[in-house]
């Protein structure tokens, strides 16, 4: 085992060393625009504010969780247990909320870098742009998988516990919840209060520094892409990591185990390789370029861990197969998300063409279509689940399910290039502002153009990537649950679970309800954006009318910024909160009536129901912002027609559900996965039925 | 149990002659104004033709269905089983469409004499006109109620072989999905084309005669929400009964059998005394009226089975609690729909106030609060079934499931008067309409709009409760799909099914799948109205373009109502078509991969995702017609605002929603279930896994 350990610090500190190498390279870039430099650090100040107030009520919800762990798991205090187990867990918890933290925190410091300096690498031509855009994001990539990786390593060789990384999992999964469905309001709520006052009401651009919410859009860009996308993969990727640790481990680890180290240990050297040689070709084609970075990653992969396979005594090939139709599939998964939402293909097209009869065609032929597309990614999933399990169900009891989340451990391993990919796009978004804010003329606009539309094509692919991810993850999870449950009803000397017979009441009774919660926690966020968005709207109006000469631009006025970014935060963490506890809540309710097979339920409910609204949510905003895109570049009718009315009408729809209640449905699928396990035996202890 | 056959005869003939009397009630009613007999007289005949074609559709296809049964069912005749039965089944589907058929025919024959009668009556004020359209919907629920159990009942009593029975379930099954989704995406096309042309592109009213689609408006209120609905509770009704009798007969029959035949005819009973009772109050309020008829119905049915529960030797308490629980809980989720759907609740108040920020707003606010209605909806389904399970498990093995079938039987018990209300409200819908093309006056036109009004409340609650009985219908299919493919399972010799563990890759293959499927569905269905929508527009634009002075409005001049028709009628069936068989071959692909596990993971992700979608596009359907209604009483802005505007724009986006895909979901799920136990035997003979 010890070999394997080393081989997963070895590639966290070549990630840990290369993403700094990246971060000097992109400081070196020049900045030297002052208005550039000037909204840079407006925009740095205020994503500072957001993660610092975040952070901060995150600080308090952590230390109340990690009191109640050490109370209660994996059992209570009074039970007789061992407490050291209790610390050991609320131990692993804060470690999971404190490096997940830190992953964040650096990618946002490494996005307002980079974005100033992206938009002047736009002046001299697509290529030097596009790296400083590809590099800023690669160092989050880095820095995610790197913790992750170092975090479950470390707590397994500390705590030599695998149900210890469930509660580092979870401290993973509460952060996530935070920085993904919080900075999904923030960033949502600056970027509708914005096109709302500025684009409708006044006619100015979309970037016009006399909006008082332009910076709190820009900041959004950073806080909910950047960092929340990125404590969202992170909280994927360990939790694939933990549920196969858990599986192998009660299939008597050995090399079971090592499998899951090494090949997530060659998936970080992987895309290390993949992000070193990522370069615009000779096409000048952004999309290609990032596209086949991810192509090369893939393939290095699966030689790495063939390699690996034939070197390594007890390595099977059954699970090297899974892992390999795990990732081939989240690959084939990407790339019929970017049917739908890629606007050289017929999908946007039609959209944008329906919305010439106005707005509700697009909104329905956006959500038809939203419907459809989840479609092949759930038939991906299930087929991949299906093989992994028969390739591994030879190998003896209870390596079927092990198989499955090796499935989930390979389609993650790439994940590091995963991310890069997809904080790419919003440090090229903000770029693009940048440029016009800073006056750097037509050509470089249009060349930060071309790059934020790369940004938003292949931003669906890694959406639809991550969420089928999470989705087989869960699967796991829901074993590793069922093993949980198994050691306390043992313990409890009760009957042990076999399965979660559908026939069964209480399970069919978890189903019903845990498929109606994703759909209430999404509801619950895009209210709350839109509540949130009423009161920044309303900020907006006063500056307008109270501060003299902001509405006409006179030179010197300037717009009290800090107020919106100040309500786009609290009301973040405001809105955020009953959602995340309706979901929590919902379980115990359902566990405690229920007892663990009710649960059993409840997950497969949730997770089947959230995939299939997760999917939707993305896809169909993605759709709709890619046809307002194909609409203003001068297609049915251009920029200020009928068609373009009704396309940004859909767009607005879209914006929460792909950038707040969509890809927040994986993290809440996941805390309620872990919550469940970690709370087995309660569950098994108390409950009504 | 030939007293039971006998007062199931005996209600049966009680509800025929009530519906006779009340037809020659309504025919009695005066109908002097010549404008109104006329185009009632359109409507008639536009009627006619879309059922004539859509009949004569379904005639091919059952026929072509009815060979395919009669080689394939209940075992392939070239496998050596009895060639009776294969016949026995193959006349029992042709008299499920039969009767079906004639049911929805006699409703939209009844709602055509209604419409201008109810239009006539509303001169003289608010009872009489009430009473025409209320009486008028009754025959339409007593046709629908008599026919399915006298259908069921004479089909047991002729094969005496419970799974002859659902042969005839399928037979309803078929005949529903293309009432309700081809008169659904009828009556949209009609609806959303006269829309944009008239009140869009135009600038004139709602029903002006001008419009060459404001006919086939009028025409698909009748077929999609008269003879649709008719059709749709028709096949949940018989396919309630259906599976509790294919439990009651593998429980032993005798008293099980009994209580589901005397339920049902007791039922009947019941909502004959509702409506014969049904009068407008003192106060005027109809919505009042509509509703205590309900409660005296759901009353009588309870003291009536407790009776018979009394009398009745081997008739249980238990299951008489199951039926009670169902019933009531159907109640109480036709009530939390009335909270989301209703004017004077704060839901629809909240959405026409977020409409004051644009169209985005209506559609993000519908959403969110469509996806929380479907919460208390799933809670009510959910906790019904788990206490009907526990209620009847101690009266036995295989009691469980049964108490769930009867908890259905209960809720559906009193579907005579639910159907009566649902029809009430295209009848007043039409009248208004009607009123306002026969130039009644404004007081007239005020009480149709307040008759019309109720119809919208009433018709939400009527369709939560039509959701939820579908619901707990499709989890006694799924016991019903069990019996039936383990009697397949040991003539070949097969272990037997104990239940669907989620933890078998299979049978998770089949849920995700599964899940899919109703989002594909209903994409293809509100797809569907949008291409059809898009002919009628350029088939209006030509009449305007072409036929002289119509656009004027000069006297004499006619649109060519009927090649509207001609375009809603055929382009109805043409997009039909594929969503329904992309639900069957979708059914037979998985279960001739995956067996009977995958199929019953395949049914239990379709019931789940079919009732949250189906409830999230009822009900946010209902709310933005409802916010629509609001805004134009005088409310945030009033007509012609820029918050009447937006909530026009979600009631377009609604009207597919709740006329079209949401609730022909119900069917979809029935289909695929019926489907799933009828193919029992093959997918145990062929498949892959």
Redesign the interface.
Known sequence: MDKFYALSFLCVALAFAFAIYLYFWVKKQPMENKTIADVSALIKAGANTFMRREYKVLAIFACVVAILIFLLLPSPIWSGGSIADNISMAIAYIAGTVLSAIAGKMGIVVATHANGRAAEGAQHGIKPAFLVGFRGGAIMGLAVVGFSLFGVAAVLLIFDDSSIILGFSFGASSLALFAKAGGGIFTKTADVSAD?TGK?ELGIPEDDPRNPAVIADNVGDNVGDVAGMGADLFDSNVAAMASALVIAESLGGGANTQMVFCYAALGLLASIIGIATARVGKDGNPTKALNSSTYVTTAVFLILTAGATLLFEGFSWRVWGAAAVGLLVGVIIGLTTDYFTDDTKPIVQKVAH?SK?????T???G??????S??PA??G???S??IA??LCAPMGDGY??YG?AMAAVGMLSIVGMIISNDAYGPIVDNSRGLAEMGGLGEETIRIADELDSAGNTVKAVTKGFSISAAGLTV?SL??AF?SEANVALAAAGKELL????????????????G??IP??F???L??G??KNA?RM?AEIHRQFNTILGLREGKPGVKPEYDKCIDIATSGALKELIPAGLMAIISTLVVGFIGGPKAI??FL??NI??G??LAL?MSNSGGLWDNSKKYVEAGNEGGKGSEAHKAAV?GD??GD?FKDTAGPSINTQITVVSLVSSLMSTLFVAVSIF
Chains 1, 2 share one sequence.
Not at 367 to 372: A, H, K, R
Not at 501 to 510: K, N, Q
């Open positions: 709302l409708v329906a009869s106005g707005p509700a065609f909104v329905l032929s959500v038809s279509y939203g419907f459809i989840a479609l759930m038939v999933i299930a087929v689940a299906l399990y028969y079927a399910i499955i699967i829901l074993g069922m076999t399965g979660f017979d559908i026939m069964d009441p209480l399970v069919f009774f978890g189903v019903l309800i498929a109606a759909a209430v999404s509801a619950m895009i209210l954006v839109d009423q709207v059993g339920g497969l409910g089947v129901s995939l299939l939707f009408v607005t729809v929460p």
